[in-house]
C-alpha cells in the first residue's frame, strides 16, 4: 500500500474544504433565487387564480375599489422608462469612456474615474429628491417646452409630445433613471477599453490613422462585449428602481402616449400600494405584480445573456 505524504494528504483535505464551500455558496444563490420565486407564486396563488396569466398581464384596469387588477399599465411603464433611460445612457457612457481612456491627458483621468464612481454611491432617494425639486421644474419650464415647439411639430413625432409640460412624467422619470445608470456602462465600458492591447492601436497610429479611426475600428470592436456587459448590468439597475422613480413618475395606472404624462412602473406600484392593500386579493395581486416584475428581469436578462455569449463564440472563432 503506497504512503500518501502528510504535506499531500493536507494539500488535498484544503483543497476539498475550498471546493465545498465554493459550491456551498455557488448553490445558496440557485436555492436563494428559486425561494423567491416561490414565494412569489405560493402569495400570488390567488390573483392567479382569479385573472389568470393574460387576463392579468394584457389588462389595463387597476381599481382596487372594484377589486379588479392588471399589470399592462405598470409593465408598460416599467419598459419604457427603462427604453428612455438606455437610448440617453449609452451613448453618454460610451463617450466618457472613450474621452477618460483614449482622449483626456492622464492628469485629468483619475478625478474623472472618481466622479463617475461617486455618481453610482449615490443612494437612489437622493436623486429622486434631486429630481422632485430640482429637475422637475428646469424639464417643466424649460427642456420640455423647447422639445415641444421642435421635435413636437414634427408627424411622427407629435403624438410623443402631446399636454402641457409638468416635470413629473415620463420623460423626467428617463433623465433620472440615464442618469443613475450612467456610472455603470460608463465604467465598465471604461475597464473595457483599458484591455485593448496598447500594440494594437500604436500599430494602427503607425498606419496613419486618426484618433476617430482608431477608436472606432480598434477600441470598439475589440472591448464590445465588455460594453455590451455593461449596459445589461445598467438595464438590470434601471427595471427594478423604485425611489428614485416613485418621485417624479406620478403613479398614475394608464397607458401614457405621450412622454409629458404621468404614469407607473411595477416598482412604483408597490412601494406605493403595499402598505394599502386592505383584502386578500389586493395583495396577491401586488404579489403577482412582483412576480411578473422577476419573470421580465429575468427574461430580459437572460436574453442578453445569451446574445453576449453567442457573440463571444463568434468573436473568438
Known sequence: ?????????????????????????????????VGIMAVLIRESSLAIDR?????????????????????????YGTLVTTAVALIIS??????????????????????????????????????????????????????EPALQSTLGQLPVFEVLFRGTPMGIDLLTTGVILSIMI?????????DAFNLTPPVVK??????????WEVVKNVVLPYSRLGVFGGVA?????????TMAVAFVLGNSHKIATSFFDAASTITVTLANEFAE???????????????????????????????L???????TR
Open 1 to 33: 500500500m503506497p504512503i500518501v505524504p502528510t504535506g499531500a494528504a493536507k494539500k488535498n483535505c484544503v483543497d476539498l474544504l475550498f471546493s465545498t464551500v465554493t459550491a456551498v455558496a455557488s448553490l445558496t444563490v440557485v436555492l436563494l433565487v
Open 51 to 75: 385573472f389568470g396569466f393574460f387576463r392579468f398581464l394584457f389588462s389595463v384596469e387597476w381599481n382596487p375599489v372594484k377589486q379588479l387588477f392588471g399589470a399592462a399599465s405598470a409593465v
Open 90 to 143: 449609452i451613448p453618454t457612457a460610451i463617450g466618457i469612456a472613450i474621452f477618460v481612456t483614449e482622449v483626456a491627458p492622464p492628469m485629468l483621468r483619475g478625478p474623472i474615474g472618481a466622479a463617475i464612481e461617486l455618481l453610482a454611491a449615490i443612494p437612489s432617494i437622493i436623486y429622486g429628491m434631486w429630481g422632485l425639486f430640482t429637475l422637475a421644474p428646469i424639464m417643466a419650464k424649460y427642456i
Open 182 to 190: 450612467i456610472p455603470f456602462t460608463a465604467s465598465i465600458s471604461r
Open 202 to 211: 500604436e500599430s494602427a497610429y503607425a498606419m496613419g490613422a486618426t484618433q
Open 233 to 241: 448590468l445598467s438595464l438590470g439597475r434601471a427595471l427594478g428602481e
Open 277 to 307: 392593500a386592505d383584502s386578500d386579493l389586493y395583495l396577491s395581486s401586488l404579489y403577482y405584480l412582483a412576480l411578473v416584475l422577476f419573470g421580465l428581469s429575468f427574461t430580459i436578462l437572460a436574453a442578453a445573456k445569451i446574445f
Open 309 to 315: 455569449l453567442k457573440s463571444e463564440r463568434k468573436y
